[in-house]
Every structure is written in C-alpha cells, then in structure tokens.
C-alpha cells in the first residue's frame, strides 16, 4: 500500500515558527514526519526576517521556500503550482500569534495542526471556529497526550461501558522548572509563557491546566457545567499564575479536579489522571505512559500496556502503536498520532472523501473553543473568590 | 535498661470497644503490645454484656477483668489497688461512643488513647478537651497514619526549613469498598460508617477525609485560614457523602487540597501526600509506606527509606524504626508508634515528672477538636455550594 | 474462641541469644508475641553471664527467670510445674551456637523455634533432625520470608496447578552493607558473619543465598539434582564470601539461578524472585511484599495483593492477613506467620493432638538440612572450579 | 547549522529487507530518518522480487531504485552520479544474509548500519571485520538498546570512575511471545528466529542473551575471559534454545551473570542490569528506560533521569536527548541514537576527516565479532556441560 494511499505520496508541510530556540517546533517536525508520511518542504520559522532565514538549513528547509513571514508563506505557496504545493500548516509560534496564522492558512485553504491553546483568548477561538467551519479545511490543535495510545484505548473503555457510569475524574499536571524567577533571565520559553500579552489570560492553568482538563474530556466525553477557581501566584514579581486548582461539576453529576503547578520541585511532566466509574476505574501517568491501571472491585488489579492483550484488543485498534510490547513508545509517537489522523482526513480531503473534522479522533477546532473558555473561565471563577461559574459553551464539541 | 524506665514494668491496658466483628479493637491491641510495653489487662469489648464477656478470651483478658460496660470497667478498676489498675483506656468504639467513654475515663484519671473521629461532634470535642486540659492525662488520638517513620521524618524536614516556605500541599485518600451499598447487606464496618447518628455529620469526609487534611497539617504544621468543600453521595440511598474535594486557605497564602473518596473501584487506602515549597518537594503514600520522594530543582531525585542514610539522620530519630533499612514496617508498626509516644508520656506522668501534652510528637486531643471543626466546616461550606468558611480554631493546636 | 484454644492460654516462650546489641532476637520476641498467643517468660539473652542478667529487664523477663547459660534454662524450667514451664525456646544465637542449644531443647521436650541456618555445618543438621524425629515436639526454623502472605499465595497457586509446569526459578538476595570491611571496626553483626568459625562455611550465600534458594523450593516444590556455584571474596582481608552465585537443575529439567550479595551498593533487603511456568509467570519482591505479578500471555497483566480478591481467595487461607487490603504489613507480620504455624502444632501436641511436623506450612528441620547441604555443596563446587556438584538429599523433605 | 554540516543535506539510505511482513526493518527505517538527518532513498526489500517492488510504495520509495535483490541496488546505485547515489544500507534481513550484504556493500565503497547478531556466524564475523578494516566505510550495528540516553549516562559514570573498581554485572533478557510453539503456526517472526539454518547457532541467547551481554561490556567496558552457559529448550519440538543463563568470568575478576528467556508469560522486552562497583551501583529497566537507579552506601537513593540534572551533566552530553526532563523518549529514539552517531561519522568520512570507527559511542563490527564469538561459546559451554570456555577475543574491541 502506498503512503497517503490513494495519493501515494507525502504530504508537504510547512512550519510557522520553530526559529533557533524553539523546542515545540522541533517537535512537530519530528512528530508530523516520523511515519514517512509527510516532508517538511517550507518555513516562516521566525518573526525575525534574519533568523527566519538562518533557522531554515536546520530543517533542511530549501532557501527558496524559507519566508520570512507567515504572509509570504502562504502567498508565495499558493502562488506554486498545485503538486508542488504545500499540504497544511503547522502553527508552533508563541500563543498570541496562532490566530492571525491560523485564520490566513485556513482562509487560503491549507490544512493546519495548531499547537495549543489554539488562540490568544475566546473571542478568537470562536472566531476561527467559524472560519474553520466555513471553510473544507482540516484542523487540528495538538492536545498531544490524546495520542498515547493507553489515553485512546482508556477513552474506547469508558465509551464501550466498561467502566459504567462516571463519577469522578482528577487530573494533575505538576512541573517545576518555573520554580524561580527564570524570566528574569530572559529564559526564552519562559519568558513569553509569563508574559500575558503572549501567553494570554492565565499561565500555569493555560500552559498545563488546559491539557489536564483535556485529558479528563478526551478520555470520558463527560459535559462540564461549572466551574471553580483557584489560581495563585507564588513566584514574586511574576505576572502570570504558577499554580491553580479547580473543581468541575459536570451535568450527570460526576466531580471533576483539576490541578496545574509549576512551582513543584524537581517534578518534571506529571500529567496524571483518574478515572472513577460505577463499574471500574483506571489510572494513567504521562510519565510512565505504557501502563494504565485497570480496577475493579473483586477482580485482581490490570496492568494494562500497549499494543492491548487479546483481551483488550477490540477497544483500541493498533493502528497507533507501531512496535510489539515491551518497545516502549513515548511523546513523539504520541504526538506524531495526533497527526496521522489528521493526515487520515487530509488525504480524504485531497482524494475528494467527506470526512468528520468534528467527530475526529485528534483534537480539533471544538477543542480549542473549548480550551480558551476553560482558561477564560478559570480566570474569571479565580477573580471572584474561586466562585462558580458556567463552564458550558454551546459550540463547541458536545 | 528496663522497660518503660523507671517504672520498670508494663503498662496496663484497657479496651473499650473490639468485640466480635470489630477490626479497630484488634488493631489497637496488637499495636500498643507490639514492643512489649503494654500488657492489655481488662476490657469492656462490647456494648452487648454477653458479647463484651464472650470476647474477652479471644484477647486473653481474664473474666474477672471483663466487664460489660465502659462504667463498670472505669469503677472497678478505681477500686483496685494502685499495683493492679490499668494504665490507661483505649477506645476502639463506633465514633458516637467515644466521647462518653472517654470523658468518664479521663476524669477517673485514666491515660486515653481514643480512635479518631475524637467524637461525634465539636461540641463534644471542645468539652473533652477541656477535660482533659483540666486534668494530667496522657491523651492520645490515633491518626496513626502519623507514626510511619517517613511521615515523621517529612515533618522533620520541613521544620528544619530544608523545604523552605511551603506554598502547596495535596493529600488524598481513595477507597473503594463502599462503591456498593453494602450497608444494605448489614456488613458492620459499612453500617456504622454510613449511619449519620454513629458516625458523625460526615461519612468518607469524616473517616479518611480527616486523616489526609491531618497528614498534611501534622508534616507541615501549616495553619489553615479557609475551607471549600464539595460532599458527593454516589450510591443511591446512602445517608452520608462517600465522596469529596475541599480546598483550603492557609495562613501564609499556602493552598490545599484535600480529596476523599470511598467509591473507586479497586482502591484501597490510597492516601497520598505532596508537599511544595520554594526549597524542594517531598511526595508519600501510605501504600507503598517505605519510600518517600524528595525533590529538588537541578539535583538528583532522592528515594529517601527508614532507617535514614546518615546525610538525613540528624533529621529524624531513629527511635521509630525497629528494623534496618530493607526490612519494612509497615501498618502496625505505625500505629504503635503512636502508642510508644504516648507511653513515654505515661512514664513520665508515673513518674512524677512533667511532659507536654499539647505539641507531642503523638496526635492528641487538640488534633482531635481541629479534626472535628474540619468535618463539621465541610459540612457546612457544602451545604452552602461550597461557600468558603472559617477553618481557624483557636483553641486547638496552634 | 479462646486463645490457643483448646489451650485457652498463651504459650510461653524463652528466648536464647538476643542480649543487648543482637537484632534477631528481639525480632523473634516482637513476631511471637505479635498476635498475643505467647508471652516470653524466660531467657538465656547471652552466653556472657553478666549481659544475660542485665538484658533480661529489657525483654520484662523476671529476674528469677533470667539465666545465664542455656544449660540452667533448660534445667530450671523442667524443674518447674508444668503449669509454669516454658513451651516453647527460640533460638537467636550466632550459628554456630543453634545446634548444641536445639538438641538441648529438643531433648529436654520443648518445642524449638530455631533462626536460620539452622546449625554450623550439615553433620550437625542431619544429627539434630534425627533427634527431633525421634522426639515429639513441634520444630520451626525462621526462614521467615515464607511466611509473607503472597509467598504463601504464590506457594498455592504453583501447587494448583496455575501456572502449570514450571521451568525456571531466578532468585536473588542484594544487599550491600558489608560493601566495605566494617567488621575490621568490630561491627558486631559483620563480625560473626563474617566469621567461618561462628557463621559456617559460607558468608553471603549462607546468611542470605540460603534465603533466596529456600524461597524458590517452598513456592514451586520443585526437587533440586545438581548445582555450579561460585562464591566471590571482594572485600579484600574477609575470609568468606561476600558474592556468588549458583545454577541449580531440578529433577524436572527445571533451571534455577541464585544469586547474593552483601556488596551492592545501597541495597537493603532485595530479595526478589521469578518463577517460569508453561501456563503463568509469577514474580515478588520482598521490600514491596504486597504485591505480586501473575502474567500470562494473551491475559492483562495482574497486581496481586492480600488479602487476595475474590477471584483468588480459594488459592489462600485469610489465615495470615490482619488487616483489610491496602494496609500493608511487613516484615514482622511475615515472621509472626511463622510463629502461628508453629503455635498451632505446638497446641495440637498440648492437647494430645496429631500434628504433620514434616509437611508444615512454616519451614522446619527438612528445611534446615536442605539449607546446610545446600551450603556445603556450593561451597564444594565453588571449590572446583564450580563444576557439578548433587543437591539432592533425601533426609531432607521431598 | 545545515543539516549534517558541513554536507549541508540529507544522508541517502538505502535499506535491504524490510518487505511486509517485516518488524526490524520499518524500525530502521523510522529511526533512521527521525531526526530529519536522513531520507529513505532506495531498497532491496525482499529477496522476493515481487514483494522487493511492491514494498515500496509502503515506504515511499520510487518505482525506479526499488531493486529486486541486493546486488542489483549495489551495482546500480554505483552506476549513479555521485549526488545521487545513496550514502549509506541499512541491513534488516534475516540474520543468515546479513553477512553478504554487509560484505558487498562495504566492498563498494557503502557506509552500513546492520541488524544484529551482525553474521550467522563467527566466522564470517571475523571475514567482516578484516573487509570493514580494509575499508574506509562507517560501519555501525544496532545494539540499539546502548542508544538510551541512561544507557550513555552509565557508561560515562563508570569511565569516569564514579563507580570505582566493578565487580559485577547482573543482565537478563526475559520475553514470553515463544512461549508456545507458535513457528509451527508459521508466525513469521516465530519461523526465522526458531530456525537454526536463518537464526544462526543459538536461539534466544542469539536473539536477546547477545543485547543482555553487549550491555553490560557497553556499560562498563570490563573485558570478559571465560564463560560457562546452559542453553535450555522448553517448548517440545523447537530446534534451538529458549532459555539460557551463563556465568562470565572478566579480567579483572568481577563476576557476570547473563540470562534471556523467551518463555515467560506475559513478559515483553525485560532488558535489565545491575552493575556493583565499589563506590557505587546502578540499575536499569529497558521497559522504563527514563529512570536510573544510582545507589551509594550512606547517601541517598538517587533516581537519574534524562536530560541528566545540572549534578550530572558533565557526565553526559545532552546530544542524546530531544527533549526536556518528563517529556519521556523511548525505543525509537534509542534506536536514532545509534544511527546519529553513525551519522556524525558519515559526514566526516564524506568530509574527508577522520574517524575512529573502533572506538566509536555507537557499536560496530568489533562488537558484531565479540557477539558472534560469545554466541559460539556459550553454544559449546552448553554442548560440554556448561564448561568453563574462553571468551577473549583478540581482534574483537578492547
């Protein structure tokens, strides 16, 4: 079978930002190409014309295809013939820049993996949904811990009932490195991730709150109702919070807690979850990410692990591991799952197919509506003494 | 050197509570006679005379010495002679008993070592805590989780400002064994713990709930300010919550939380613990009771075990541990560490000699009315949609 | 039901070793009063008649019964009425004491609870089972680590039939604290053991190859045929084996391997073990006793714990759980279990009853001799070069 | 910085093997292009000719350079222009091929990375290794399990003394999937590994004892001198062995031990090692490959993770690692690890530099002729009654 079958080639990818400092860049050009199924063809890594330019070699990006703005990307690809042409866009620039890429790649009719959250604030969520929706375009928002295949095969239990009912979820996510002041050292990642005219309204519960509530609904397709707040600020003269909690009602009752710290020391990743169901209950940590635990009152406790045993096999298909167990698989994989399912409805799209960009398996467009109404309501909850407020927004996903 | 100097003699326990059926009798039994410093003497196993009579052999209390009320045991042994009387009371009763028993016991002089709840409610705490600070008595509480040599070593630590400033504590208690309303079946652990008038205004909330807010406060000795509280029952018709989240306001801007539950499938006693402070970071759970992390940025990540490596030993004693490092101690050892700070209470009450009562190293009576306050505040802020109330008492524990 | 019924009173024990500075004894003393069935009454703490006396407050054994050689123990307490006398004598001398004390008893009609290895060298061992075949009392030797509940569990399971044939046994005890020459500083543990005229022909394999090898036969019941063993000295000056490490086959055409150390850096107690069926795999770790891996392919790896769930209680009494799931005991409440195997044969012989002191649940004479044969052929083979050497012994359990 | 600087371009690979049905082979070729460093650019992908042309599209590989066996892609790719032509063949056949290939492609002129156990046997190993050294190609071969960077990290601490003097080194390499007979039912990957006549002279020690040894002589370069090995068959009917341990004797007296199973329920890739030295010791799981265990008497346990912290770093370049502490890396990236150094020295060769291909990080043809020798030995160990035989390889690294 050939690659992107019927197209029977790769896909050809374009990367807006990743300029020389940029660790997310790197990353989706590792993931977007790691299945042989896309090539990374053209850049504007930088908003800096000069490092735009230098940061290309590094990619092997040809010069004639490294821009320096998202502007002239998009005009001059579109200016290509259509088999030389780009396929989509993957957006990795700091958040206050997504939309405006977005919108443009969109609007010009490129297929686009934005990394999250999606947008600056809400009103831009929602207005790029629109476009999106609008458009025949395939958009995805990289929520990479839904690609580890324990977090699909975990969401394939809840919603085959294996675990009935759902009561309670907690998640986590506990990091560290913001634990000091590095900002004021001008640590790049750090410094636009506490500025709030780039990071947008909220920091910790933003940058790590917003993939922990994520996972909560990936995993359960639970319906929030509303939320409360707290979000704390416990690194002087930092403008951005730095450790948050929140608790979540959803509408069948079920509890949710969610809580981001990047204060913890020496805690790297710690993106945990639990899962509480009247039938069964699991566990997951993005740490260890090939073992969940699987428990039921009265049964022995389940180690499970990818590829699924026999046993588990109809609730997942393989198609997201790619080695036998034991072969440990990690981020980049996970993240590269994110993208073989939007390439799945890329190539659909290219070969004149329908495909669902609502109902997909990857993260998209409804997710980060939803996302920047979590961060947009975490901040207002925490503004009025952690008070409840609404955490239902109509349009996005259901 | 003989045991419990100068006294040179075992001290004399009696049981209240522990009869056929009981769990927490036995427990207490087993832990205050662990190190060969308690002899259990006498009992009043049960409220039922033939059921109080009939299980004293299972303890080798001889029949003269079992009696069929607390009153009876409390009067009869006042009239033995000085030689012969018990030492102290231990009361392994359902929680709406404790109170009566224990104040009737404090006031006939009797040492106390009470199982937490302390009572059934803070109207009754208050009063025995004043009892008891009218009186001499050694008074313990059993939030045994507290005598695991790790737990004592955490609050070592911090007290020595190796965490530095503490901004975050999460603690967490996850059953599972009530995910059935099995109270209905009659099994009598269930029944009592589900039914509002003996076990107090809180169910999952008052029975562990208490011991992961008293964990964090015992390893911290932070001093909380605020509480909101979510109560959930889950299984249709129970009486009391079976699940629950608080966050909690701390003194000096720290924040808590404090999760609860009795309704996920497979748990057991999974009270977890984790500490933030601006030095480093300490996380424990009681299950796995020998291993507790501790984290610093730019340095290793440590597994510290009982007995301490030499680089940790002046923080901790190693009193607590009986065992060298890899041969593990685990739930009964902890509770008897508990005892062992209260005997050496006891001695020096024998002996004449002074002992403070009030910042033991055991979990006393001023643990046992902040425990109390914490249900009955959890209570009331979630019967107020977690509404933010009090969670300063000034007469306990400072 | 009372204790010891139908004795319905506690056994009474005397200890020999366990003077001021032993670890054993004192662990000997904690398991077999664990469960209040036995009291310790009388002692022979130490072969120094000064440290004998002196100990004995320690331990609250009168003065009148404290005795200052195992001769006068054994003398005094026949002299007694049997309604006074001891049952029971545990042995906690360095080894090359075991023997003279064991025959004594033995002879004398007390019950004996010997530590491991059971005498000095095998000649002594196959004496002392000879004397105790033709005696009647009940003999336990504390190879202490069977009596965790999952060791008993597994022991079950293999003899079930749950994981069919099985084909391979590894084994291993790592510790490190004789990494370096302590016992030059007179370390009083390091030094008899490191001692060939007071710890046997054998160091590490001895004092801990033993517990790894028996480990292995009490789970599978697999009969052992040949052994290649080399023993390492790396501590330069220390005159037996600090490392080895041994292949066994068994009679089945099973294959085995054991290794000890006592020069692993950091390594406390790591006695882990892994057995290979046709039809499931099983392995344990002794410093996180209560849990236990059961995997077979095409099936969800499973977490066993005690006491076990539902699904696997047939496979084991709760007889030697105290507590509910999710408390866990250790290491003393291992030991205890051998002690209540031991108690309940030494109350079947009390009371006139028949008692199978051969296929006992607790490890006893066989065991002993199987263990010094064990030592003495290692030795033998390390000697030549680890060639072939036969480890079957048919005085020993079959 | 271009890619591969200063060739400024992507390597061309060429891979023989790897048609469907194939498991190694898409593992090269993924890991191989991971780091945008390569690009698949020809195959020879089955000696079959039609499954060598209709692989290709699978791997995006043009109609026009997918050849039909080995030799043709040799002798036409050399028929290209130089700017063309690929760089380098990766060879992921069955082991009874490599050799051929190997030979062919370094005879004309081509770098090659290759599977291992590099030949079928020692012999032609030793025939490689006199044409590799009368060459002046990069040859590489994929222990790939020395790619994990805590695999790098060891190596480096033990050079740099941090563990002092090694004494010993525990490996084993413990699977499940041949527990049955499964090659009768034609499983591929069953069929050639069980087949002494593709496989070569040992089964699992071949297969998975080789990766187990090479770790450990990776690990701490002790260089070995005698071997003693029992090789078992436990599945009835199967031709070579399915489990095996050996013992090895190193130079400077330390003691190996090396076990690999195939035949253990439910067990994956259970690639673990222990190293003592007299300083310090360390574990690793390859299952759990971002965690080491750093171990020192008297100091705390440490847990290493990648990237190291800053304690650590000038023990190991950060060159291996993608991503920041947390982000977990896994088999993949291992894997790309031993091609990335193979690539650095690719480009120096294309560079005209010089390289030191015996002394290499990533392993190579020195190691492909020890693992033979040790896979012949440990056969003639076996077929003597597990033997002392030499294990010194003069031509093979020192």
Redesign the interface.
């Known amino acids: 079978?050939?690659?992107n079958e019927p197209l029977?080639?790769?896909l050809r990818m374009a990367l807006v930002g990743g300029g020389q400092g940029s660790?997310i860049g790197?990353?989706h050009?590792?993931a977007a190409?790691?299945?042989?199924r896309a090539v990374?063809t053209a850049g504007a890594l930088s908003s800096n014309p000069e490092r735009a330019k230098s940061s290309a070699?590094?990619?092997?990006i040809e010069d004639s295809r490294a821009y320096t703005s998202y502007q002239e990307l998009i005009e001059s690809e579109l200016a290509l013939p259509e088999d030389q042409r780009i396929d989509f866009v993957s957006i990795a620039t700091p958040n206050h820049v997504h939309f405006e890429v977005a919108q443009a790649a969109v609007k010009a009719g490129f297929n686009v993996v934005c990394d999250k959250p999606m947008t600056y604030d809400l009103a831009q969520a929602e207005q790029l949904l629109e476009t999106v929706q609008n458009s025949d375009v395939v958009f995805a928002l990289s929520h990479n811990y839904t690609g580890y295949p324990l977090v699909r095969q975990a969401r394939a239990m809840v919603l085959a009932g294996e675990l009935g009912e759902i009561?309670?979820i907690?998640s986590?996510y506990?990091?560290?490195?913001l634990?000091?002041s590095i900002e004021s050292d001008d640590q790049k990642q750090a410094a636009w991730r506490t500025d709030p005219t780039k990071s947008g309204a909220a920091g910790a519960f933003g940058d790590i709150g917003t993939h922990a509530y994520n996972l909560g609904r990936f995993m359960t397709g639970l319906l929030p109702e509303q939320i409360?707040c707290?979000l704390?600020t416990?690194v002087p003269g930092r403008r951005l919070d730095d450790?948050g909690?929140a608790?979540i009602r959803y509408e069948n009752?079920a509890?949710g807690?969610v809580?981001a710290?990047q204060?913890?020391?020496?805690?790297?990743?710690?993106l945990e979850i639990?899962i509480?169901?009247?039938?069964?209950?699991l566990t997951w940590h993005?740490?260890?990410?090939?073992e969940m635990s699987?428990?039921?009152?009265?049964?022995?406790?389940?180690?499970?692990?990818p590829p699924p045993?026999?046993?588990?096999q109809d609730r997942m298909g393989a198609g997201v591991c790619?080695?036998?167990?034991?072969?440990?698989?990690?981020?980049?994989?996970a993240f590269a799952n994110i993208y073989i399912g939007a390439f799945d409805d890329m190539v659909k799209r290219a070969a004149g197919q329908p495909f669902d960009g609502r109902d997909s398996i990857y993260t998209n467009c409804y997710d980060g509506v939803e996302g920047m109404y979590f961060i947009q309501q975490c901040v207002a909850s925490s503004g009025q003494?952690?008070a409840?407020v609404p955490l239902r927004h109509e349009a996005a996903r259901r």
């Open positions: 079978m050939g690659i029977n080639r790769k660790f790197r990353v050009s590792i190409c790691l299945d042989n990374l070699p590094d990619y092997g009561n309670a907690r986590r506990i990091q560290g490195w634990r000091d409360s707290h704390k416990y450790y909690t608790v009752g509890l807690t809580t710290s204060i913890s020391h020496g805690r790297h990743c710690g639990e509480d169901g009247t039938k069964g209950s993005q740490e260890n990410p090939n699987f428990r039921r009152n009265g049964k022995a406790h389940q180690i499970l692990v045993e026999p046993e588990y790619r080695l036998p167990a034991g072969h440990p698989e990690a981020f980049f994989e003494d952690a409840w």
